[in-house]
Structure formats: C-alpha cells, structure tokens
C-alpha cells in the first residue's frame, strides 16, 4: 500500500487521521505545525512526538516525497532544482531572490499537455499532474534551502505558479495546495501574494473568480491574432481569443480596487513583436476595457526551440506603442537564463549546455 502523504493533509484531514490512530486532536497539530511551519522533512525530526507515534506514523505515511537530483546556480543568485517524485518523474522549482521581495516559481505538471512552440517544457508532454502535497513539497524545501529550515524571510515571499505545466489544468491539487500554504498555523503564504498563470483555460478562469481568497490571474497571450495564436499556442483552437477575453472580462468583476490581472506576451524576433502586433495587441486590450497590465517576456532561447528574443530595441518600441494607449506595460528582466531556470526554459535539464550561448543576456 502506498503510504499516505502527509503534506498533503488539511489541518481537518490531518485531525482526522491522527483521531483514527486513537490519539488526540494536539497531536495532529504538532505534526502540521512539524510539517509546515518547521519545515521539517521527515517525522524523526519532529522529537516533540513520542517515539512510539513516529514509529506508528512511519509505518503507513511519509513526510517528504519529493528527491532532490540536481540544484544548479545561475550567476545572478536564481536557483533551479530538479526533484524527482517517488514514481521518478521531474519537477522543477525556481528560486528567484529580488532586492524587495524574492520570488519562487513553481510547477503544477510534471511536463506539460500543451503545445506551445516557444516553450521547452512542451518537449516533455505530460508525464502527469502533480498532488498537492508535491505542490506544497516544493515551496517549503526551496525556502529552507534559502533562508535556512523553518526560517521566515522578514519580507515574505512571492509565489508564482508558472514552472512546468498548466496549473489549470490541475485545479483541484493546485487550489488544495494554495489553501494548505495559506494556514496561519503553517506556512502562511498570503494568497495575494501568489499569482497564477494560464495558458488560456477558460472555465477556470471564471471559476477562480469564484473563490473568496483567491491568489491573482495571469494570462499568457502570446499573440494579438486568432490566427497566430493558433500557430504558437494550439490551445487557442479550443479557447479562441473572444472566449478567452470574454472571461477576463468576468473575472474582472472579482478585482479588488486598484487590482489588475496580468497578460503576459512572450517576445519573438520577427514573429510577434512588430508595430502592427503591438497597435493590434493595444487596440484588443482596448476594446474590451480590461483592467490589466500587459508583461513583455523577452523569449528565453534554448534549443532546438526555433525562436530568438526580440531586441531590447525593438521590444522598447513596442512597449511605447502599448504606453502611448494607455496600456500598463512591464518589460521582464530574464533570470536565470545560464541554468535553463528562466521562464519557458523547464525541461529537467541536467545541464545547461544546450543552451545558446551567445544568447545568454540575462
Ligand atoms: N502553462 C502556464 C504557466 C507556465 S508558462 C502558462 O502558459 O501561462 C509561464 C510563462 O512563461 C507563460 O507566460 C509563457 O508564455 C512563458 N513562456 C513560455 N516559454 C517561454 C520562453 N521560452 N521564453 C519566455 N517566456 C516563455
């Protein structure tokens, strides 16, 4: 029998099991707190339990499932680290520390269903959504690795669910995961520091809507055009433009005051960074008033993806376009290029050699 992973547990589930052990609900606690707010990996260390709980624990259920494989350095301090689950598949996690407020990235699929062109972890197909355990696994290992087992950063810490995979298409472990790393008791993530992105999935964009602490939207566009969005993200076929900016629209309906919601556009030499895509991207933002800001993603080059960013001049151009009507514009500094960490770049890479290298800028 597998044995039962205990970091995917809600404090509730959690109360549950330890009951049908025969012992009280405190200790339940302990575990949780042992689990989520020590970070501990595994039930020897939590000695606050009496030897013969963690020898009856240990018996059917495991603290930590994920093994860690590789963990490369980039030269701008963002890390990557490559884990394998207990059935030996990859998952990747990024550490990204920022002068104001670090940032982890992390994967919802080993692999990835969708077919987008510029993007690497396409190459893997799915292998398979992860639990949220494995979610929550993630999180809690690369902040221990950062600022030591169980220390809290003063500044908190930004959680992006853009690794590997789409997280909408892995709803359920996903939102699980955000609400066992939003317990007070435990990690204490604050969900509105934790931004999703989808490719495009329009039923879970509305639903996310739905959902009282929800983390923030990001939607990545790729293309101003049915016609070449369809080229880069097949998903498209499915969820055309007007269905996806139709959602958006409704979901706008759950920003709070003076929140946005994200697009995101991934820069292509020569495919979807000319002045037209930039008038036409600026006039279909426009015309569905929507209150998002628009995230310029210079592509991150790796082979054998057939694609190379755009200049900085060229997405300088574009950004002025979007500015000069009134679109809110960030263009993305690339991290970790060097170690294949940088967005789109996910592909349980053992080493980076692949990698372009007259290309790495960032
Ligand atoms: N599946 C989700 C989340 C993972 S991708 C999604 O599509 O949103 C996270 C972001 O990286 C997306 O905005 C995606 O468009 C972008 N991206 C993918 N490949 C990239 C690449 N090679 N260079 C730059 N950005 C890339």
């Given at each position: 029998?597998?044995?039962?992973?205990?970091?995917?547990?809600?404090?509730?589930?959690?109360?549950?099991?330890?009951?049908?052990?025969?012992?009280?609900?405190?200790?339940?606690?302990?575990?949780?707190?042992?689990?989520?707010?020590?970070?501990?990996?595994?039930?020897?260390?939590?000695?606050?339990?009496?030897?013969?709980?963690?020898?009856?624990?240990?018996?059917?259920?495991?603290?930590?499932?994920?093994?860690?494989?590789?963990?490369?350095?980039?030269?701008?301090?963002?890390?990557?680290?490559?884990?394998?689950?207990?059935?030996?598949?990859?998952?990747?996690?990024?550490?990204?520390?920022?002068?104001?407020?670090?940032?982890?990235?992390?994967?919802?699929?080993?692999?990835?269903?969708?077919?987008?062109?510029?993007?690497?972890?396409?190459?893997?197909?799915?292998?398979?959504?992860?639990?949220?355990?494995?979610?929550?696994?993630?999180?809690?290992?690369?902040?221990?690795?950062?600022?030591?087992?169980?220390?809290?950063?003063?500044?908190?810490?930004?959680?992006?669910?853009?690794?590997?995979?789409?997280?909408?298409?892995?709803?359920?472990?996903?939102?699980?995961?955000?609400?066992?790393?939003?317990?007070?008791?435990?990690?204490?993530?604050?969900?509105?520091?934790?931004?999703?992105?989808?490719?495009?999935?329009?039923?879970?964009?509305?639903?996310?809507a739905t959902i009282p602490k929800r983390p923030h939207l990001a939607v990545s566009l790729a293309a101003p055009t049915d016609e070449l969005r369809n080229q880069l993200m097949p998903?498209?076929?499915?969820?055309?433009?007007?269905?996806?900016?139709?959602?958006?629209?409704?979901?706008?309906?759950?920003?709070?005051?003076?929140?946005?919601?994200?697009?995101?556009?991934?820069?292509?030499?020569?495919?979807?960074?000319?002045?037209?895509?930039?008038?036409?991207?600026?006039?279909?933002?426009?015309?569905?008033?929507?209150?998002?800001?628009?995230?310029?993603?210079?592509?991150?080059?790796?082979?054998?993806?057939?694609?190379?960013?755009?200049?900085?001049?060229?997405?300088?151009?574009?950004?002025?376009?979007?500015?000069?009507?009134?679109?809110?514009?960030?263009?993305?500094?690339?991290?970790?290029?060097?170690?294949?960490?940088?967005?789109?770049?996910?592909?349980?890479?053992?080493?980076?050699?692949?990698?372009?290298?007259?290309?790495?800028?960032?």
């Open positions: 029998m597998k044995p039962l992973h205990l970091t995917a547990l809600l404090p509730a589930e959690l109360c549950e099991f330890v009951a049908a052990l025969g012992e009280p609900p405190f200790r339940a606690r302990q575990i949780f707190a042992g689990i989520h707010h020590r970070r501990l990996r595994s039930l020897d260390e939590m000695t606050d339990l009496p030897k013969e709980l963690r020898a009856k624990l240990g018996e059917r259920t495991v603290v930590s499932t994920l093994r860690l494989e590789s963990r490369f350095l980039s030269t701008d301090g963002t890390r990557r680290y490559l884990f394998k689950t207990h059935d030996n598949l990859p998952v990747e996690t990024v550490f990204i520390p920022e002068e104001h407020r670090d940032t982890i990235c992390f994967s919802s699929q080993s692999g990835c269903p969708l077919q987008c062109t510029f993007c690497l972890t396409a190459q893997l197909g799915l292998l398979r959504n992860l639990t949220a355990g494995e979610i929550v696994e993630q999180i809690a290992i690369a902040l221990n690795d950062a600022y030591g087992v169980g220390v809290r950063t003063p500044r908190g810490t930004n959680l992006v669910g853009m690794g590997a995979g789409e997280p909408f298409l892995n709803f359920e472990a996903l939102m699980k995961a955000i609400r066992i790393m939003s317990e007070p008791s435990g990690l204490h993530v604050v969900p509105n520091r934790v931004t999703i992105s989808t490719a495009g999935v329009v039923p879970r964009i509305r639903e996310l998903i498209n076929k499915k969820w055309p433009l007007k269905e996806l900016l139709s959602a958006c629209k409704d979901f706008e309906k759950s920003l709070k005051p003076g929140e946005r919601f994200t697009f995101e556009y991934v820069m292509l030499d020569g495919v979807n960074d000319s002045d037209v895509h930039a008038r036409q991207l600026a006039n279909l933002l426009n015309r569905h008033q929507l209150r998002a800001k628009i995230n310029l993603i210079p592509h991150n080059p790796a082979e054998p993806l057939p694609y190379q960013p755009s200049s900085g001049s060229r997405i300088e151009a574009f950004r002025e376009i979007l500015e000069s009507k009134d679109i809110h514009v960030f263009v993305r500094r690339p991290r970790g290029r060097d170690i294949l960490a940088a967005c789109g770049q996910l592909a349980a890479r053992e080493s980076s050699s692949l990698l372009r290298g007259n290309h790495v800028v960032g």
